[in-house]
C-alpha cells in the first residue's frame, strides 16, 4: 500500500461520521419542529448534536476501513518480478540501481561479464570509471538520460558505451530507479583504429616516394640543371619512385575490391595446376633476376578447388614472387600440391616453399596485416607494398581457403594455401 492510498482512504473514513451526525441532527430537529413547532429549538439541538459528533472524530476513534486496497491493484514494490524479467532478457549486462547508486537488480548476462554483485551495494564499488560515476550522478540528479563510454581490462581491453536510463515508476514523481544498459564496441573501436592506422600508412607510403619525386625535381630545376648524366640518373630514379606509386595504388584497388567481394561465395571450377604453370612462366624472369629456380610439382592430372580464376593468379603470383624475393640465398623455390584430411573433410593443398632465412616466430602472425613488413627497409627495396599477404588473405578468406604459415630461422619459409575439395555428389 503506498501513501497516496493510505491516504486517500483514511479522508473518506473520516468523512462517514460526519454524514451519521449531519443526518441525526436532521432527524432530531424535524421532530422537535413537528412536536413543539418552535424554531429556537430545533437550531440549538442541531448545534449541540453536530458539536457531540466532531468531538467524537478529534479522539481519533477507531473508525472501521473501508476496503479500498482489495478494489485498487496495489503499486508494486519496485523494481517488480515484470521489471526484472525485462531486464533479464536483454541480451546486453544490464543494472538496475536506485538514486543513492545501490544495486537493486542486474541481469545474468552482467554477471557473467562483469562479475555478481550483492544486492544494495554501491555501483561504484564494480565501476571505479570517475566519468562513468559521474555520468550516473548527473543523471540521477536530474532525472535525465544520460551516456558514458567506458574502457575495461588491462590485457584484453573492452569498449562500452552506458546508457544511463530513468524507469518511470507508476505513480512516483522523480524517477526513483534508473536502468545502465552496457553496449559492446569493442569491434566498432577496432575497426576505427584500423581504420585510422590505414589511413595513416596509405598515406606515408605514398609520401615517401613523393617527397622523392619533388627533390629531384627541384634538383634537375636548379643545380643539375645543365648537368646531362644528373639528368639521367635522376629521371631513372623518378620513374621508379612514379612505379612504385602506382603499384601502390593498383594493390589498394584490388584490396578495396576484393574486401567488397570477400562474402560473395565463389562458383566457377578451376584447375589449380594450369595456374600454377601459368604463374610460374611469369615470374621466370624475376627468378632469374635474384637467381631462384622455381621447381614446380604439379599434380599429373586436374586438381580443382572451387575458385576465381584471376584471384587465384594473384594468390600465387604473390606467394612464389614473395619467395623469390625475400627466399634469397635458398637457390630454389618449390611448389607441390597435395591433398590433407581434417576432422573428415577434405582440403587441397598448394605449398609453396622456399630455403632463405625464414621469418622469426613474433612476425609470423601479423604477416598478413596491410602494410606489415618483417624489414620495412628491406621489402622497399624490394619494391615490395606491404599489402600482398593482406590481397592472399583476403582472397583465400572469398575461397573459404586458408593461409597456413610455416618458417624457421635459417631454414625457410613455407606458405600453404588450403582449399576445401569439392565435393562429389553420392
Ligand atoms: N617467403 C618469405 N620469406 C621471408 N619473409 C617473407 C616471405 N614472404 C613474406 N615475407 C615478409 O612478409 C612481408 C609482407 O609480405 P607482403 O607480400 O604482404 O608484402 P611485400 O612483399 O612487402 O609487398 P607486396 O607484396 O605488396 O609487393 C614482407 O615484407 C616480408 O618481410
Ligand atoms: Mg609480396
Not at 541480451?91 to 543513492?100: K, V
Request: charged share 25%; hydrophobic share 45%; glycine share 8%.
Amino acid at each position: 500500500m503506498t501513501q497516496d492510498d493510505d491516504t486517500e482512504g483514511r479522508a473518506t473514513h473520516r468523512q462517514l461520521p460526519l454524514i451519521r451526525v449531519a443526518v441525526l441532527a436532521l432527524v432530531v430537529s424535524s421532530a422537535v419542529v413537528l412536536f413543539h413547532r418552535s424554531a429556537l429549538g430545533p437550531v440549538l439541538v442541531v448545534t449541540v448534536v453536530f458539536l457531540l459528533g466532531c468531538l467524537s472524530l478529534s479522539r481519533n476513534t477507531p473508525v472501521p476501513r473501508l476496503d479500498v486496497g482489495s478494489r485498487k491493484r496495489q503499486a508494486p514494490l519496485w523494481p517488480d518480478s515484470g521489471a526484472k524479467s525485462v531486464v533479464e532478457a536483454m541480451a546486453e549486462p544490464a543494472f538496475m540501481i536506485d538514486r543513492n547508486l545501490l544495486l537493486r537488480f542486474q541481469n545474468g548476462v552482467s554477471e557473467r561479464v562483469f562479475g555478481a554483485m550483492a544486492l544494495g551495494d554501491a555501483i561504484s564499488l564494480r565501476f571505479r570509471s570517475p566519468e562513468l560515476i559521474a555520468a550516473i550522478e548527473t543523471s540521477v540528479r536530474e532525472g535525465r538520460i544520460g551516456f558514458a563510454a567506458l574502457i575495461e581490462g588491462r590485457s584484453a581491453e573492452r569498449s562500452w558505451s552506458v546508457d544511463i536510463l530513468p524507469v518511470p515508476v507508476p505513480k512516483s514523481g522523480e524517477p526513483s530507479f534508473f536502468l545502465l544498459l552496457f553496449r559492446d564496441r569493442t569491434a566498432e573501436r577496432r575497426i576505427e583504429q584500423m581504420r585510422t592506422d590505414f589511413i595513416a600508412n596509405a598515406s606515408h607510403e605514398l609520401r615517401t616516394p613523393l617527397a622523392s619525386l619533388m627533390g629531384f625535381i627541384e634538383t634537375l630545376q636548379g643545380p643539375a640543371r645543365d648537368d646531362a648524366t644528373a639528368r639521367l640518373r635522376f629521371l631513372d630514379i623518378m620513374r621508379d619512385q612514379a612505379a612504385r606509386m602506382s603499384r601502390l595504388i593498383d594493390d589498394l584497388l584490388s584490396l578495396s575490391r576484393i574486401e567488397m567481394k570477400r562474402h560473395v561465395p565463389v562458383d566457377h571450377v578451376v584447375d589449380l595446376g594450369e595456374i600454377l604453370e601459368e604463374v610460374c612462366e611469369a615470374l621466370a624472369p624475376l627468378a632469374e633476376e635474384t637467381g631462384i629456380e622455381i621447381v614446380c610439382e604439379t599434380a599429373s592430372g586436374p586438381f580443382e578447388v572451387a575458385g576465381e580464376r584471376d584471384e587465384l593468379v594473384q594468390v600465387f603470383a604473390n606467394l612464389v614472387e614473395n619467395a623469390c624475393k625475400y627466399g634469397d640465398g635458398g637457390g630454389r623455390v618449390v611448389i607441390t600440391m597435395g591433398e590433407t584430411r581434417e576432422r573428415d573433410r577434405l582440403f587441397r593443398d598448394v605449398a609453396i616453399r622456399d630455403f632463405g632465412p625464414g621469418i622469426p616466430p613474433e612476425h609470423v602472425p601479423r604477416l598478413t596485416e596491410r602494410f606489415y613488413r618483417v624489414d620495412v627497409g628491406s621489402s622497399r627495396g624490394k619494391r615490395g607494398t606491404g599489402l600482398g599477404l593482406s590481397i592472399v588473405r583476403n582472397i583465400l578468406v572469398r575461397h573459404r581457403a586458408r593461409l597456413i604459415i610455416q618458417s624457421v630461422v635459417g631454414e625457410g619459409s613455407t606458405f600453404t594455401a588450403r582449399f576445401p575439395a569439392i565435393s562429389t555428389p553420392a
